[in-house]
C-alpha cells in the first residue's frame, strides 16, 4: 500500500514537475548540437520568409455566432496575406440564429459561405469544408477568435519543408470587459512546454483556435470526435510528419464568461481526452521516441491526473495510523478544503490569493477531467455543438 501511495505521488509529480525540467535539459542540449553544426558548417539553419507564398484556405465552422461572426468575417478579410492566395471558407452547421444571413451577406472575392441547412455537429462541417478546400495548406481556426495581420504567414512560412505537416500558433486570452490578457501562469507554463517539445520533434495536439496542416495529411474524423484540433494533429504526428510550435502566429480570444461555462468546457476536453486516448494508442510506442516521451509525460499523465490522486487518498486513509501518514492526510485534506473555499469564493465573483488560487485551478481542472471521464465511460459521447464563449 505504500508502495502504491508512493508511486501515485511520484506520477503526479513526475508530469508536472520532473518533465519540464527534464524537457528542458533535453531541449537545451539538441539546440546546442544544432548551434554547434551551424558554426561549423555556417548555413543558415531556418528560412524567415517563403520564397513564394502557397495558395492557403481558412476553414471555419460556425454554430450560432452571430454575436461574434461579423467580427470574425472583417477580421479575416483584413489579414495581410496575398488576397489572391487566400480562400476563407465558413460553414453554418444548422444555426438557429442570424449566422447564415451574416456569412451570406459577404461580399468578398476570396470568401465562400456555406450554409448547412442541417445541424450535424462540428467534425461533419469540418470534414465537408476540407473536401471542398482546393488549396495544399489549410488553417483552421474558429468564429470566436480573432487573428492578428501577420498570423497566416507565420504559420505557412514553415511549410517550405517537405517534413512539416502542421505548425501550430499562440492563443492568448482577453477579458473582454478589461482587455486584459489573462494568460496565467498554467497557460505560459503549457505554451513553454509546447515550445520545447517542437523543438525535439514531440509536439503533438493543436489549439483549434491556429494551427495550419498540409492537406493531403488531414483525416476525416468520425463524427462523435470531441477534440478535433488534437486528432487532427495527432494524425499529422502517426503519418511521421512534424509538428511545429510557431508563437511569433498569434490569435486572441476571450475567456469564459463564468466559472461555470468555463467548468463545462473543461468537462467537455476532458471527455474527449479520454476519447483521444483510446483512438492514439499508437502512441504509446516507445518506437515512437521523442513524441512517446511527450505523450506519455504531458497528456497521458495529466489525464489520469485525478485518478492518482484517489488512489493517492485512498491508501493514505489505509495508513493512517502510521504518524507520517496522518500527516499527509492531514496535508492533502487542507489542501483540498482550501481549493474548495477558494472555488467558493470564485463563483461569488470575490478575489483569491495567488497561491490558493493555483490550488484552486489544480484541484478543479482535475475534478474537471474526472467528470469527463464518468461522461466518456457512462454517456453517449456525440460530437454535438456545446458553445461557450471560448
Given at each position: 500500500?505504500?508502495?502504491?501511495f508512493?508511486?501515485?505521488?511520484?506520477?503526479i509529480?513526475?508530469?508536472?514537475?520532473?518533465?519540464?525540467?527534464?524537457?528542458?535539459?533535453?531541449?537545451?542540449?539538441?539546440?546546442?548540437?544544432?548551434?554547434?553544426?551551424?558554426?561549423?558548417r555556417?548555413?543558415?539553419?531556418r528560412?524567415?520568409e517563403?520564397?513564394?507564398?502557397p495558395?492557403?484556405?481558412?476553414?471555419?465552422?460556425?454554430?450560432n455566432?452571430?454575436?461574434?461572426?461579423?467580427?470574425?468575417?472583417?477580421?479575416?478579410?483584413?489579414?495581410?496575406?496575398?488576397?489572391?492566395?487566400?480562400?476563407?471558407?465558413?460553414?453554418?452547421?444548422?444555426?438557429?440564429?442570424?449566422?447564415?444571413?451574416?456569412?451570406?451577406?459577404?461580399?468578398?472575392?476570396?470568401?465562400?459561405?456555406h450554409?448547412f441547412?442541417?445541424?450535424?455537429?462540428?467534425?461533419?462541417?469540418?470534414?465537408?469544408l476540407?473536401?471542398?478546400?482546393?488549396?495544399?495548406?489549410?488553417?483552421?481556426?474558429?468564429?470566436?477568435?480573432?487573428?492578428?495581420?501577420?498570423?497566416?504567414?507565420?504559420?505557412?512560412?514553415?511549410?517550405?519543408?517537405?517534413?512539416?505537416g502542421?505548425?501550430?500558433?499562440?492563443?492568448?486570452?482577453?477579458?473582454?470587459?478589461s482587455?486584459?490578457?489573462?494568460?496565467?501562469?498554467?497557460?505560459?507554463?503549457?505554451?513553454?512546454?509546447?515550445?520545447?517539445?517542437?523543438?525535439?520533434?514531440?509536439?503533438?495536439?493543436?489549439?483549434?483556435?491556429?494551427y495550419?496542416?498540409?492537406?493531403?495529411?488531414?483525416?476525416?474524423?468520425?463524427?462523435?470526435?470531441?477534440?478535433?484540433d488534437?486528432?487532427?494533429?495527432?494524425?499529422?504526428?502517426?503519418?511521421?510528419?512534424?509538428?511545429?510550435y510557431?508563437?511569433?502566429?498569434?490569435?486572441?480570444?476571450?475567456v469564459?464568461?463564468?466559472?461555470?461555462?468555463?467548468?463545462?468546457?473543461r468537462?467537455?476536453?476532458?471527455?474527449?481526452?479520454?476519447?483521444?486516448?483510446?483512438?492514439?494508442?499508437?502512441a504509446?510506442?516507445p518506437?515512437?521516441?521523442?513524441?512517446?516521451?511527450?505523450?506519455l509525460s504531458?497528456?497521458?499523465?495529466?489525464?489520469?491526473t485525478?485518478?492518482?490522486?484517489?488512489?493517492a487518498?485512498?491508501?493514505?486513509?489505509?495508513?493512517?495510523?502510521?504518524?507520517?501518514?496522518?500527516?499527509l492526510?492531514?496535508?492533502?485534506?487542507?489542501?483540498?478544503?482550501?481549493?474548495a473555499?477558494?472555488?467558493?469564493r470564485?463563483?461569488?465573483?470575490?478575489?483569491?490569493?495567488?497561491?490558493?488560487?493555483?490550488?484552486?485551478?489544480f484541484?478543479?481542472?482535475?475534478?474537471?477531467?474526472?467528470?469527463?471521464f464518468?461522461?466518456?465511460?457512462?454517456?453517449?459521447?456525440?460530437?454535438?455543438?456545446?458553445?461557450?464563449?471560448?
Open positions: 500500500m505504500e508502495l502504491l508512493w508511486i501515485a505521488v511520484g506520477l509529480a513526475y508530469s508536472y514537475a520532473v518533465y519540464p525540467i527534464v524537457l528542458l535539459m533535453v531541449s537545451g542540449i539538441k539546440q546546442a548540437v544544432r548551434d554547434t553544426r551551424y558554426l561549423w555556417r548555413r543558415e539553419r528560412s524567415l517563403a520564397k513564394e507564398w495558395t492557403v484556405s481558412i476553414i471555419i465552422a460556425a454554430y455566432e452571430e454575436q461574434c461572426l461579423q467580427q470574425r468575417i472583417d477580421n479575416l478579410l483584413q489579414l495581410s496575406y496575398p488576397k489572391d492566395k487566400l480562400t476563407i471558407h465558413i460553414g453554418s452547421d444548422g444555426s438557429t440564429d442570424g449566422s447564415a444571413e451574416i456569412l451570406q451577406a459577404v461580399d468578398a472575392s476570396n470568401f465562400k459561405a450554409i441547412e442541417q445541424n450535424r455537429g462540428k467534425i461533419n462541417v469540418l470534414n465537408d476540407v473536401e471542398l478546400a482546393e488549396d495544399p495548406i489549410l488553417v483552421m481556426s474558429d468564429a470566436n477568435t480573432h487573428f492578428e495581420v501577420d498570423a497566416i504567414e507565420n504559420l505557412v512560412r514553415h511549410f517550405d519543408s517537405d517534413d512539416i502542421a505548425v501550430c500558433g499562440e492563443l492568448h486570452l482577453v477579458d473582454s470587459e482587455e486584459d490578457n489573462k494568460d496565467g501562469i498554467y497557460w505560459r507554463y503549457e505554451q513553454m512546454l509546447k515550445f520545447h517539445e517542437s523543438r525535439l520533434g514531440a509536439l503533438l495536439g493543436a489549439n483549434g483556435a491556429i495550419a496542416i498540409a492537406k493531403p495529411l488531414y483525416q476525416a474524423l468520425p463524427a462523435n470526435t470531441i477534440v478535433d488534437f486528432m487532427i494533429v495527432m494524425n499529422v504526428s502517426k503519418a511521421g510528419k512534424k509538428v511545429v510557431e508563437p511569433n502566429a498569434v490569435a486572441f480570444e476571450e469564459a464568461p463564468s466559472l461555470q461555462d468555463e467548468e463545462k468546457r468537462i467537455r476536453i476532458g471527455t474527449g481526452n479520454y476519447q483521444a486516448f483510446t483512438r492514439c494508442l499508437w504509446l510506442n518506437l515512437q521516441g521523442a513524441r512517446f516521451f511527450a505523450y504531458h497528456k497521458v499523465l495529466r489525464w489520469f485525478p485518478h492518482l490522486m484517489l488512489i487518498l485512498a491508501c493514505n486513509l489505509v495508513l493512517v495510523a502510521k504518524p507520517l501518514y496522518a500527516s492526510l492531514a496535508v492533502q485534506l487542507a489542501g483540498y478544503l482550501v481549493a473555499w477558494g472555488n467558493s470564485s463563483k461569488r465573483g470575490k478575489s483569491v490569493p495567488g497561491s490558493i488560487a493555483f490550488l484552486t485551478f484541484v478543479s481542472m482535475n475534478m474537471a477531467l474526472l467528470k469527463g464518468y461522461s466518456f465511460l457512462f454517456k453517449n459521447v456525440q460530437g454535438t455543438w456545446q458553445r461557450t464563449s471560448r
